[in-house]
């Protein structure tokens, strides 16, 4: 059963740091693309981060650039999102999701997500 | 960037009946559209991809349609688990900036 567990959100004030952790288990990791999306309270989905299966492609939504750094460790099956800087506005539960071979930035996976609260 | 424009924000439907829930896309995006159900205090769920093909586990009753800009949810026979909110994402750009619809809430007439 593929299983993606996200873990390290919490509160934490304006201009602080969080690393979100999550961890994968019953597919070949290492084979699979990885995105980080995002969902303010009450909001829509919004992407943050897609790293390739190797980890030497990294892709970025504009807002986030600069201040958030995806990376993976494929030996340990688990992805990261650092996010430095935080404001108010990136509050939300972060997904880790898997992204589908055939199309490899569809996600067909999910984890239950972790929610992050920016604020003073 | 592509922005994604879906319609109705809300759509009420009685069980048993059609839904039919609408995506438009600012700019073509060919067959590079996915939707996804997300159902309260649960991660997203994979529908349907390549705007028309129905992703592992998906039942028959859902179905995508359309190219370039305009695309189409169809579920069939409404059942009570379908109750949700549906988003449509475009992948077609690259480097990669996918991008999500504001979403159809999906509600019980």
């Known amino acids: 059963e593929v299983q993606l567990e996200e873990s390290g959100g919490g509160l934490v004030q304006p201009g602080g740091s969080l690393r979100l952790s999550c961890a994968a288990s019953?597919?070949?990791?290492?084979?699979?693309?990885m995105t980080w999306v995002r969902q303010a309270p009450g909001k829509g989905l919004q992407w943050v981060a897609h790293i390739k299966e190797d980890g030497a492609e990294k892709y970025y939504v504009d807002s986030v650039k600069g201040r958030f750094t995806i990376s993976r460790d494929n030996a340990k099956n688990s992805l990261y999102l650092e996010m430095n800087s935080l404001r108010v506005d990136d509050t939300a539960v972060y997904y880790c999701?898997?992204?589908?071979?055939?199309?490899?930035?569809?996600?067909?996976?999910w984890g239950q997500g972790t929610p992050v609260t920016v604020s003073s | 960037e592509v922005v994604m424009t879906q319609s109705p924000a809300t759509l009420y439907v009685s069980p048993g009946e059609r839904a039919t829930l609408s995506c438009r896309a600012s700019?073509?995006?060919?067959?590079?559209l996915a939707w996804y159900q997300q159902k309260p205090g649960q991660a997203p769920r994979l529908l349907i991809y390549g705007a028309s093909t129905r992703a592992t586990g998906v039942p028959a009753r859902f179905s995508g349609s359309g190219s370039g800009t305009e695309f189409t949810l169809t579920i069939s026979s409404l059942q009570s688990e379908d109750f949700a909110v549906y988003y449509c994402q475009q992948y077609i750009d690259w480097p990669p900036r996918i991008t999500f619809g504001q979403g159809t809430r999906l509600e019980v007439k």
């Open positions: 700019q073509s995006v060919s067959s590079e």
């Open positions: 999701a898997r992204g589908l071979k055939a199309t490899i930035t569809t996600m067909d996976a």
């Open positions: 019953g597919f070949v990791f290492y084979n699979s693309w």
